[in-house]
């Protein structure tokens, strides 16, 4: 299986991670599997990582990139990147916003080229544009280095017809269609991201980050959460 894939937005070309060391086990374990693997931080989640003490960075890039001149989402890709590479897994950072120090300039081809090396790859700095959220970054650094499938990690197993945190009779979605999730205004990605996806034909799979082992889980193809792609069979909502 060729997988690419855009995760806290996950990306899988048979290529396929908010806790860094989880995620590192679970990407380099998909890495091992021969699946490429690229990665698409969400600056939301560095904060709190940093906090929790899930970012342990070697002493050396730990200095070169103090809070106060990196954006979030680098710290966070940084963190990652050292962890997966104690996990075993050669990783390289590539930023839409030039950090020379600690990641390379965003490459289109240089990053293709990587995951053909069987490197993963780490997308830091969104699109390094204004307006544009993290979602529409995953979605267009998916779209540009081929990927099969967009994986959106979140902190529910899908997409439901309400806020199952609120709504206890919520359900949710085994299938949808691009246009369901925009018609009915579905907050799972930005309206941009899935308009992008859409006119690229990109599934998108949405899932709980925290279940283990769903990255790899997803990542094989299993059914986990709720796939939006342009030929789903119909809005289909879990019976259980």
């Given amino acids: 299986m060729d997988l690419h894939s855009c995760q806290a937005n996950s990306l899988a070309r048979g290529r396929t991670v908010e806790h860094p060391r ?119 650094r998916a779209v540009e280095i081929g990927a099969e499938v967009l994986l959106k990690a979140t902190k529910v197993d899908g997409v439901y017809d309400a806020d199952p945190l609120v709504d206890p009779t919520a359900r949710r979605y085994l299938e949808l269609g691009y246009a369901d999730v925009l018609r009915d205004r579905l907050q799972v990605l930005d309206a941009t991201a899935v308009s992008l996806c859409m006119e690229n034909d990109l599934p998108i799979v949405v899932f709980d980050l925290n279940r283990p082992d769903n990255v790899t889980r997803v990542a094989l193809g299993e059914p986990v959460g709720t796939r939006i792609s342009s030929n789903p069979q119909g809005a289909q909502r879990d019976e259980q």
């Fill in 22 to 140: 989880r995620d590192a086990g679970d990407l380099g374990a998909i890495v091992g599997r021969g699946l490429e693997c690229a990665a698409s931080r969400d600056e939301r989640v560095a904060s709190a990582a940093q906090r929790t003490g899930e970012l342990e960075l070697e002493r050396t890039r730990a200095r070169a990139h103090p809070v106060r001149a990196k954006p979030p989402s680098k710290r966070l890709a940084v963190g990652n990147k050292d962890a997966l590479e104690r996990e075993g897994a050669d990783t390289r950072v590539q930023s839409a916003i030039a950090v020379s120090e600690v990641a390379e300039p965003y490459i289109r081809r240089r990053a293709i080229r990587h995951l053909e090396k069987g490197r993963v790859v780490i997308f830091a700095a969104g699109t390094g544009n204004p307006y544009f959220t993290t979602d529409t970054a995953a979605a267009l």
